[in-house]
Protein backbone atom coordinates (compact mmCIF):
# COMPACT_ATOMS: atom_id res chain seq x y z
CA UNK A 1 0.00 0.00 0.00
CA UNK A 2 2.69 2.16 0.74
CA UNK A 3 4.30 1.72 -2.57
CA UNK A 4 1.05 2.03 -4.44
CA UNK A 5 0.83 5.25 -2.74
CA UNK A 6 4.04 6.73 -3.54
CA UNK A 7 4.01 6.06 -7.29
CA UNK A 8 0.13 7.78 -7.26
CA UNK A 9 1.71 10.75 -5.97
CA UNK A 10 4.35 10.70 -8.35
CA UNK A 11 2.14 10.40 -11.00
CA UNK A 12 0.38 13.17 -9.77
CA UNK A 13 3.54 15.46 -9.50
CA UNK A 14 4.65 14.69 -12.61
CA UNK A 15 1.24 15.97 -14.13
CA UNK A 16 1.60 18.58 -12.78
CA UNK A 17 4.75 19.58 -13.53
CA UNK A 18 3.57 18.77 -17.29
CA UNK A 19 0.92 20.68 -17.27
CA UNK A 20 2.74 23.97 -15.93
CA UNK A 21 5.32 23.35 -18.60
CA UNK A 22 2.53 23.48 -20.85
CA UNK A 23 1.16 26.13 -19.55
CA UNK A 24 4.46 27.81 -19.80
CA UNK A 25 5.10 27.33 -23.24
CA UNK A 26 1.62 28.33 -24.21
CA UNK A 27 2.15 32.11 -23.41
CA UNK A 28 6.13 32.24 -23.96
CA UNK A 29 7.27 31.08 -27.52
CA UNK A 30 5.62 29.75 -30.70
CA UNK A 31 4.37 26.52 -31.28
CA UNK A 32 6.30 25.94 -33.96
CA UNK A 33 10.00 24.33 -33.76
CA UNK A 34 12.48 27.10 -33.93
CA UNK A 35 13.88 25.49 -37.09
CA UNK A 36 10.67 26.79 -38.85
CA UNK A 37 10.90 30.15 -38.02
CA UNK A 38 13.50 31.69 -40.98
CA UNK A 39 11.29 29.86 -43.50
CA UNK A 40 8.08 31.78 -41.88
CA UNK A 41 9.83 35.16 -42.06
CA UNK A 42 10.90 34.87 -45.43
CA UNK A 43 7.56 33.85 -46.67
CA UNK A 44 5.70 37.20 -44.85
CA UNK A 45 3.70 39.45 -47.10
CA UNK A 46 5.92 42.06 -46.79
CA UNK A 47 8.89 40.21 -47.61
CA UNK A 48 7.56 38.56 -50.55
CA UNK A 49 6.41 41.52 -52.01
CA UNK A 50 10.23 43.45 -51.93
CA UNK A 51 11.60 40.28 -53.59
CA UNK A 52 8.78 40.61 -56.19
CA UNK A 53 9.46 43.55 -57.05
CA UNK A 54 13.17 43.58 -56.84
CA UNK A 55 12.72 40.56 -59.17
CA UNK A 56 9.86 42.09 -61.80
CA UNK A 57 12.20 45.06 -62.93
CA UNK A 58 14.99 44.32 -65.34
CA UNK A 59 17.23 46.92 -67.27
CA UNK A 60 17.95 46.94 -70.92
CA UNK A 61 20.28 49.20 -71.88
CA UNK A 62 18.89 52.59 -71.95
CA UNK A 63 15.62 51.41 -71.05
CA UNK A 64 13.26 49.50 -67.74
CA UNK A 65 10.50 47.14 -67.72
CA UNK A 66 8.41 44.82 -65.98
CA UNK A 67 10.43 41.16 -66.74
CA UNK A 68 8.22 39.83 -68.92
CA UNK A 69 8.71 42.57 -71.41
CA UNK A 70 12.42 42.54 -71.29
CA UNK A 71 12.49 42.11 -75.32
CA UNK A 72 10.60 45.38 -75.46
CA UNK A 73 12.90 46.96 -73.04
CA UNK A 74 16.10 45.87 -75.63
CA UNK A 75 14.37 46.75 -78.92
CA UNK A 76 13.50 50.06 -77.90
CA UNK A 77 17.13 50.70 -76.39
CA UNK A 78 18.82 49.30 -79.41
CA UNK A 79 16.22 51.48 -82.02
CA UNK A 80 17.01 54.86 -80.27
CA UNK A 81 21.06 54.27 -80.68
CA UNK A 82 19.92 52.97 -84.54
CA UNK A 83 17.72 55.97 -85.24
CA UNK A 84 20.73 58.26 -84.43
CA UNK A 85 23.84 56.83 -85.11
CA UNK A 86 25.16 59.12 -87.80
CA UNK A 87 23.43 62.16 -87.02
CA UNK A 88 25.32 65.15 -86.11
CA UNK A 89 24.22 67.35 -83.14
CA UNK A 90 22.86 66.65 -79.38
CA UNK A 91 19.90 64.63 -78.75
CA UNK A 92 17.76 63.41 -75.91
CA UNK A 93 15.12 61.20 -75.66
CA UNK A 94 12.71 59.84 -73.05
CA UNK A 95 9.81 56.72 -74.09
CA UNK A 96 6.89 55.76 -71.41
CA UNK A 97 4.54 52.77 -72.04
CA UNK A 98 1.77 53.08 -69.60
CA UNK A 99 0.38 49.57 -70.67
CA UNK A 100 3.70 47.60 -70.89
CA UNK A 101 5.27 49.60 -68.03
CA UNK A 102 8.82 50.33 -70.09
CA UNK A 103 10.47 53.49 -70.20
CA UNK A 104 13.70 54.52 -71.97
CA UNK A 105 15.98 57.22 -70.98
CA UNK A 106 19.06 58.65 -73.61
CA UNK A 107 20.72 61.97 -72.69
CA UNK A 108 18.22 62.81 -69.87
CA UNK A 109 20.25 65.48 -68.00
CA UNK A 110 20.73 67.88 -71.53
CA UNK A 111 18.83 70.99 -71.42
CA UNK A 112 18.07 72.32 -74.74
CA UNK A 113 16.35 75.48 -75.66
CA UNK A 114 12.39 74.87 -75.98
CA UNK A 115 11.72 76.56 -78.86
CA UNK A 116 7.47 75.99 -79.39
CA UNK A 117 6.70 72.96 -77.27
CA UNK A 118 7.59 75.15 -73.88
CA UNK A 119 3.82 76.13 -75.35
CA UNK A 120 2.21 72.90 -74.07
CA UNK A 121 3.72 74.25 -70.47
CA UNK A 122 1.85 77.83 -70.76
CA UNK A 123 -0.95 76.07 -71.93
CA UNK A 124 -1.46 73.59 -69.14
CA UNK A 125 -0.19 76.32 -66.73
CA UNK A 126 -3.03 78.66 -67.92
CA UNK A 127 -5.61 75.36 -67.21
CA UNK A 128 -4.15 74.59 -63.96
CA UNK A 129 -4.49 78.70 -62.70
CA UNK A 130 -7.83 78.49 -63.76
CA UNK A 131 -8.57 75.73 -61.54
CA UNK A 132 -6.88 77.39 -58.83
CA UNK A 133 -9.31 80.88 -59.07
CA UNK A 134 -12.30 79.05 -60.50
CA UNK A 135 -13.15 80.37 -63.47
CA UNK A 136 -13.64 79.48 -66.54
CA UNK A 137 -11.13 80.43 -69.55
CA UNK A 138 -12.86 83.70 -71.41
CA UNK A 139 -13.68 83.69 -75.47
CA UNK A 140 -10.57 85.33 -76.16
CA UNK A 141 -7.92 82.84 -73.95
CA UNK A 142 -9.91 79.65 -75.86
CA UNK A 143 -9.33 81.42 -79.04
CA UNK A 144 -5.71 82.09 -78.13
CA UNK A 145 -5.15 78.73 -76.91
CA UNK A 146 -6.46 77.09 -79.83
CA UNK A 147 -3.89 79.24 -81.84
CA UNK A 148 -1.27 78.67 -79.91
CA UNK A 149 -1.35 74.81 -79.56
CA UNK A 150 -3.02 74.04 -83.36
CA UNK A 151 -1.13 76.72 -85.44
CA UNK A 152 1.70 76.89 -83.01
CA UNK A 153 1.24 80.84 -83.41
CA UNK A 154 3.98 83.03 -81.52
CA UNK A 155 1.59 85.93 -80.94
CA UNK A 156 -0.81 84.13 -79.00
CA UNK A 157 1.99 82.45 -77.12
CA UNK A 158 3.33 85.86 -75.95
CA UNK A 159 -0.38 86.73 -75.17
CA UNK A 160 -0.55 83.90 -72.76
CA UNK A 161 2.42 83.93 -71.22
CA UNK A 162 2.22 87.47 -70.27
CA UNK A 163 -1.22 86.49 -69.16
CA UNK A 164 -0.65 83.61 -66.59
CA UNK A 165 2.65 85.40 -65.25
CA UNK A 166 5.98 84.47 -64.36
CA UNK A 167 5.01 83.45 -60.86
CA UNK A 168 2.31 81.15 -62.14
CA UNK A 169 4.17 79.40 -64.81
CA UNK A 170 6.98 78.53 -61.81
CA UNK A 171 4.02 77.64 -59.36
CA UNK A 172 2.33 75.08 -61.82
CA UNK A 173 6.28 73.74 -62.70
CA UNK A 174 6.67 73.49 -59.21
CA UNK A 175 3.32 71.14 -58.46
CA UNK A 176 4.13 68.98 -61.65
CA UNK A 177 7.44 68.12 -60.63
CA UNK A 178 9.50 69.76 -63.37
CA UNK A 179 12.58 70.74 -61.28
CA UNK A 180 14.98 70.70 -64.38
CA UNK A 181 13.02 73.15 -66.46
CA UNK A 182 14.22 77.21 -66.17
CA UNK A 183 11.80 79.22 -67.67
CA UNK A 184 12.84 82.27 -70.36
CA UNK A 185 14.00 85.51 -69.41
CA UNK A 186 12.44 89.17 -70.69
CA UNK A 187 9.49 87.45 -72.09
CA UNK A 188 11.79 84.93 -74.32
CA UNK A 189 9.72 81.89 -73.63
CA UNK A 190 11.40 80.09 -76.83
CA UNK A 191 14.39 80.54 -74.78
CA UNK A 192 12.78 77.93 -71.62
CA UNK A 193 15.82 75.33 -70.76
CA UNK A 194 14.29 71.54 -71.03
CA UNK A 195 14.88 68.34 -70.71
CA UNK A 196 13.45 64.91 -71.91
CA UNK A 197 12.70 63.59 -68.38
CA UNK A 198 10.59 66.60 -67.96
CA UNK A 199 8.75 66.97 -70.89
CA UNK A 200 7.58 63.10 -70.13
CA UNK A 201 6.54 64.73 -66.59
CA UNK A 202 3.88 66.59 -68.58
CA UNK A 203 2.88 64.64 -71.10
CA UNK A 204 1.82 61.83 -67.86
CA UNK A 205 -0.10 64.60 -66.16
CA UNK A 206 -1.76 65.18 -69.05
CA UNK A 207 -2.87 61.47 -69.76
CA UNK A 208 -3.55 60.33 -66.54
CA UNK A 209 -4.91 61.54 -63.09
CA UNK A 210 -3.67 63.63 -60.78
CA UNK A 211 -3.97 66.86 -58.65
CA UNK A 212 -2.32 69.01 -60.75
CA UNK A 213 -4.58 68.90 -63.95
CA UNK A 214 -8.06 67.66 -63.31
CA UNK A 215 -10.29 65.66 -66.19
CA UNK A 216 -11.38 69.02 -68.04
CA UNK A 217 -8.50 70.40 -67.94
CA UNK A 218 -6.55 67.50 -69.78
CA UNK A 219 -9.31 66.34 -72.20
CA UNK A 220 -9.17 70.66 -73.29
CA UNK A 221 -5.31 70.11 -73.75
CA UNK A 222 -5.06 66.88 -75.45
CA UNK A 223 -8.19 67.86 -77.43
CA UNK A 224 -6.17 71.05 -78.95
CA UNK A 225 -3.00 68.78 -79.70
CA UNK A 226 -4.95 66.27 -81.62
CA UNK A 227 -5.96 69.14 -84.08
CA UNK A 228 -2.20 70.14 -84.78
CA UNK A 229 -2.23 71.53 -88.77
CA UNK A 230 -1.15 69.13 -90.85
CA UNK A 231 1.91 71.09 -91.53
CA UNK A 232 2.87 71.10 -88.16
CA UNK A 233 2.31 67.86 -86.86
CA UNK A 234 5.35 65.97 -88.02
CA UNK A 235 8.25 64.42 -85.41
CA UNK A 236 7.40 61.86 -83.16
CA UNK A 237 4.11 61.44 -85.00
CA UNK A 238 5.92 59.72 -87.55
CA UNK A 239 4.79 55.81 -88.08
CA UNK A 240 1.91 56.46 -85.80
CA UNK A 241 -0.14 53.30 -87.03
CA UNK A 242 -4.09 54.25 -88.08
CA UNK A 243 -6.22 54.14 -85.24
CA UNK A 244 -3.98 55.43 -82.51
CA UNK A 245 -4.79 58.73 -82.07
CA UNK A 246 -1.83 61.10 -81.74
CA UNK A 247 -1.30 64.43 -79.33
CA UNK A 248 1.76 66.52 -80.20
CA UNK A 249 3.48 69.68 -80.45
CA UNK A 250 6.53 70.82 -82.08
CA UNK A 251 9.20 73.27 -81.57
CA UNK A 252 11.54 74.57 -84.28
CA UNK A 253 13.93 77.54 -82.95
CA UNK A 254 17.29 79.16 -85.61
CA UNK A 255 20.09 80.70 -83.83
CA UNK A 256 23.53 81.55 -84.27
CA UNK A 257 24.63 77.96 -83.18
CA UNK A 258 22.38 76.25 -86.02
CA UNK A 259 18.46 74.88 -85.64
CA UNK A 260 16.85 73.72 -82.42
CA UNK A 261 14.21 70.94 -82.91
CA UNK A 262 12.22 69.13 -80.98
CA UNK A 263 8.87 67.23 -80.41
CA UNK A 264 6.76 65.99 -77.80
CA UNK A 265 4.00 63.85 -77.93
CA UNK A 266 1.18 61.05 -76.46
CA UNK A 267 -0.55 58.24 -78.20
CA UNK A 268 -3.92 56.40 -77.72
CA UNK A 269 -6.81 54.27 -78.61
CA UNK A 270 -7.07 50.64 -79.54
CA UNK A 271 -5.54 49.96 -75.87
CA UNK A 272 -2.30 51.93 -76.83
CA UNK A 273 -1.07 54.37 -73.86
CA UNK A 274 2.34 56.04 -74.88
CA UNK A 275 4.42 59.11 -74.70
CA UNK A 276 7.37 60.30 -76.60
CA UNK A 277 10.00 63.13 -75.69
CA UNK A 278 12.60 64.05 -78.53
CA UNK A 279 15.13 66.91 -78.39
CA UNK A 280 17.86 67.92 -80.71
CA UNK A 281 20.26 70.62 -81.47
CA UNK A 282 22.00 70.56 -84.64
CA UNK A 283 25.92 71.22 -84.53
CA UNK A 284 26.29 72.08 -87.63
CA UNK A 285 25.76 75.43 -89.15
CA UNK A 286 25.13 73.73 -92.75
CA UNK A 287 22.50 71.49 -91.15
CA UNK A 288 19.12 73.36 -91.77
CA UNK A 289 15.57 72.79 -90.01
CA UNK A 290 14.53 69.29 -92.03
CA UNK A 291 17.74 68.07 -90.56
CA UNK A 292 16.78 68.30 -87.25
CA UNK A 293 12.95 67.27 -88.54
CA UNK A 294 14.71 64.06 -90.22
CA UNK A 295 16.39 62.70 -86.96
CA UNK A 296 13.32 63.10 -85.12
CA UNK A 297 11.53 61.15 -87.16
CA UNK A 298 14.32 58.51 -88.18
CA UNK A 299 13.86 57.74 -84.13
CA UNK A 300 10.14 57.81 -84.16
CA UNK A 301 9.30 55.54 -86.73
CA UNK A 302 11.97 52.53 -85.06
CA UNK A 303 10.19 53.45 -81.55
CA UNK A 304 6.08 53.47 -83.35
CA UNK A 305 7.00 50.11 -84.80
CA UNK A 306 8.45 48.17 -81.71
CA UNK A 307 5.68 50.23 -78.90
CA UNK A 308 3.00 48.55 -81.73
CA UNK A 309 4.78 45.54 -81.97
CA UNK A 310 2.04 42.65 -80.81
CA UNK A 311 5.23 40.02 -79.76
CA UNK A 312 7.27 42.61 -77.94
CA UNK A 313 3.97 44.30 -76.21
CA UNK A 314 2.09 41.16 -75.64
CA UNK A 315 -0.93 43.14 -77.26
CA UNK A 316 -3.10 42.05 -79.53
CA UNK A 317 -4.42 45.49 -80.11
CA UNK A 318 -1.91 46.11 -83.21
CA UNK A 319 -3.87 43.46 -85.22
CA UNK A 320 -6.92 45.79 -85.19
CA UNK A 321 -5.02 48.82 -85.79
CA UNK A 322 -3.87 47.84 -89.62
CA UNK A 323 -7.97 47.88 -90.62
CA UNK A 324 -8.76 50.98 -88.34
CA UNK A 325 -8.74 54.41 -90.21
CA UNK A 326 -7.29 57.12 -88.77
CA UNK A 327 -10.91 59.32 -88.73
CA UNK A 328 -9.99 63.36 -88.04
CA UNK A 329 -6.04 63.77 -87.63
CA UNK A 330 -4.54 64.96 -90.64
CA UNK A 331 -1.69 63.31 -92.38
CA UNK A 332 1.75 63.84 -91.32
CA UNK A 333 4.07 66.28 -93.01
CA UNK A 334 7.89 66.14 -92.91
CA UNK A 335 8.02 69.97 -93.49
CA UNK A 336 7.33 73.20 -90.79
CA UNK A 337 7.47 76.38 -93.04
CA UNK A 338 7.86 79.51 -90.25
CA UNK A 339 10.29 79.61 -87.28
CA UNK A 340 8.89 79.39 -83.65
CA UNK A 341 10.76 82.87 -82.71
CA UNK A 342 12.60 85.59 -84.65
CA UNK A 343 16.30 84.59 -83.86
CA UNK A 344 17.50 85.65 -80.75
CA UNK A 345 20.70 87.59 -80.06
CA UNK A 346 23.80 85.51 -79.63
CA UNK A 347 24.02 84.24 -76.20
Not at 268 to 287: E, R, V
Request: proline share 5%.
Amino acid sequence: MGMRALVAGSAVLIIGVVACSSAHAATASPAAPAASRPAKAATSPAATAKASAAAATVTEGLCTAPADRRALAAQLSADIYKGLTGRGGVHAVSVYDRVTGVSCAYNGSQHFDSASVVKAIIMAALLRWHQQTGTPLPAWEKDEASEMITQSDNDAATDLWDEVGMSNLQRFLNLAGMGETELGRDGQWGLTQVTAPDELLLLKLLTAPNSVLDASSRSYQLGLMSQVTSWESWGVTAGTPPGVTWHVKNGWLPDATGWHVNSIGTFSGHGKDYMIALLSDNADLDDNEQYGITTIEDVARLLQRDLNNDSLTGSPAAARLAAAANVGQPQVTSWAVVPALPTPAQR
